[in-house]
């Protein structure tokens, strides 16, 4: 049986990809560092053994250390990690604190260090896996007044690549999704009909689309697939910004 760790997986894309791999079958480990008694009560009863929680703050060391002995006491190592936690911020870069700063840059960005360091010695010697990446559209164009979410995601995308290169030899794929936006508690409800109104498709992205393509890149479907940033943006990404 397949076992996979998600990051942020009590909410929103998290959540989705978690339940979608567990109806694919696969022995899922849940780590987030908020809590939904109600949600994983749902899933334990749907799934019984097959899903485990972990309260996680994947920012800081020793929470993944817990989480990886959490991890081998539950499935006995994992064969691939989808590292989703993340945060966001808005504000000019001037106007930045240097706590929101490093709030984002260790939530999305550090975090995917934290499990590397535990999780990638077993994958080696276990003979290979694959490394999903939750990164976004911010990370392949800018955004208005979002300069430090900007950076975090771009970071992702190019420690994807080199990621991709160096585990390559061990059999391990790393990839990315850059999902635009999606019907997430971290999008304002208010700005979905904006963000809908510039979308080719008209619409925005729901959660499980991107568990979809998450799940792709996972198995062995995307076999091929190692360093790729996927685009989930309904064609947002294309334009060349010229007007009708």
């Known amino acids: 049986m397949n076992r996979v760790l998600v990051t942020g997986a009590i909410s929103g894309i998290g959540l989705a990809t978690a339940i979608h791999f567990l109806k694919k079958g696969w022995r899922v480990v849940m780590a987030d560092k908020n809590t939904d008694n109600e949600v994983m009560e749902t899933l334990e009863k749907s799934f019984d053994d097959k899903v485990l929680f972990v309260k996680t703050d994947v920012s800081k060391d020793h929470d993944v250390k817990n989480l990886y002995n959490k991890v081998n006491s539950f499935c006995n190592g994992i064969d691939c990690i989808v590292n989703n936690a993340g945060i966001i911020a808005h504000g000019l870069l001037h106007e930045a604190t240097e706590k929101e700063w490093d709030d984002l840059m260790n939530t999305d ?15 080696i010697e276990n003979g290979g896996g694959t490394i999903i990446n939750t990164a976004s559209i911010s990370g392949i164009a800018g955004d208005y007044q979002m300069p430090v979410y900007n950076a ?10 080199a990621m991709a290169l160096d585990y390559a030899k061990y059999k391990i794929r790393v990839n990315s999704v850059c ?14 009909p904006k963000y809908a109104a510039v979308n080719p498709l008209k619409r925005i992205c729901e959660p499980e689309e991107i568990a979809k393509a998450i799940y792709f890149l996972a198995s062995d479907d995307s076999s091929y697939c190692n360093g790729v940033n996927l685009p989930v943006t309904g064609g947002l990404d294309v334009h060349s910004g010229q007007p009708k």
């Open 179 to 192: 999902p635009s936006a999606v019907r997430t508690n971290m999008l304002n409800p208010d700005n979905i």
């Open 152 to 161: 975090a995601k771009g970071a992702i995308v190019n420690l994807t690549r």
């Open 109 to 123: 960005v550090k975090s995917i260090y934290f499990t590397s360091k535990y999780f990638i010695p077993d994958m």
